[in-house]
């Protein structure tokens, strides 16, 4: 796995999307052990290695889109992961950070839900379990954007657009009928 902690950035891509590839012909046993394998690597690394951590679940979701029917077994492993960076309180943690620590903290929640993606795609039986817990969450982070004000929505009408016409009556069914 050290292939994946090379400084180069291309290296690391090819080198997680050749795992991705090599996954497909590794018995299940085999790949339960590499999965394990990156996912004790997710757990040791450090708050700062937050592009580590990127690069590990990029494979991830590199192998899932391969082996995903394999993975029945170690959804249950990787669910606490998911959940842990994949909410609002992980990105608020970042949020008075860096720009650089902040982007790097909303890229790895958006490579974890690029993982959980997968995952309800293709083992939507594993996950419905977990759906009272994870959609919640995905509502949060929609609603979640530390840039927006609410509270300039009522002061202000300069942003309401202005439309000539009468549309209300319009017959949309001359054209798509």
């Known amino acids: 796995m050290d292939c994946l902690k090379t400084d180069s950035l291309t290296l690391r891509k090819v080198n997680s999307l050749f795992l991705g590839a090599f996954s497909t012909i590794l018995k299940k046993e085999t790949l339960y052990i590499l999965l394990n394998n990156l996912l004790s690597l997710i757990?040791?690394?450090?708050?700062?290695?937050?592009?580590?951590?990127i690069?590990?679940?990029?494979?991830?979701?590199?192998?899932?889109?391969?082996?995903?029917?394999?993975?029945?077994?170690?959804?249950?492993?990787?669910?606490?992961?998911?959940i842990n960076y994949s909410s609002v309180e992980h990105l608020?943690?970042?949020?008075?950070s860096s720009t650089e620590e902040y982007d790097a903290s909303n890229e790895l929640t958006e490579s974890v839900l690029n993982l959980l993606e997968i995952?309800?795609?293709?083992?939507?039986?594993?996950?419905?379990?977990?759906?009272?817990?994870?959609?919640p969450r995905l509502l949060d982070l929609i609603f979640y954007d530390p840039n927006y004000s609410y509270d300039n929505?009522?002061?202000?009408?300069?942003?309401?657009?202005?439309v000539?016409?009468?549309?209300?009556?319009?017959?949309?069914?001359y054209e798509y009928g």
């Open 119 to 135: 995952y309800i795609l293709k083992l939507s039986k594993e996950v419905k379990v977990n759906i009272k817990s994870i959609v």
């Open 43 to 53: 757990n040791a690394c450090s708050e700062s290695e937050m592009h580590t951590k």
């Open 92 to 96: 608020k943690k970042y949020s008075t």
């Open 153 to 162: 929505e009522e002061k202000s009408d300069s942003n309401k657009m202005e």
């Open 164 to 173: 000539d016409g009468d549309y209300n009556n319009y017959d949309y069914d």
């Open 55 to 82: 690069t590990y679940f990029n494979t991830l979701t590199g192998i899932a889109k391969n082996t995903c029917s394999k993975h029945t077994e170690f959804y249950g492993n990787i669910y606490p992961a998911i």
